[in-house]
């Protein structure tokens, strides 16, 4: 009978494992903005030596980064879409 009780699982309370969920969510979540603040960055310094597949690429990693971010939820698919289309607004007005 002794057996029984040391080998069940303690229970935790549905709040608690909701919390501990959310949190790890949201490191997730922060990393990820993260990353596309980088990318964003670094397609404003290629804006600036105007080299043309630099741009191009920079460019299409923020697109990749922000469809992953819509698909993730991280993001809501208007602002993803806002923040593509004014980078590549940017790229029209350089070249």
Known sequence: MADAKENKKTKRPTAIKRDIQS?????INKSFKSQIRSSMRLFEETLVSKDKAAIQK????????MDKGVKRGV???????????RMTARVASVA
Do not use: G, P, W
């Open 23 to 27: 949190e790890k969510r949201r490191l």
């Open 58 to 65: 920079a460019l299409s990693e923020i697109y990749s980064l």
């Open 75 to 85: 993001f809501k698919l208007n602002k993803a879409n806002r923040t593509k289309s």
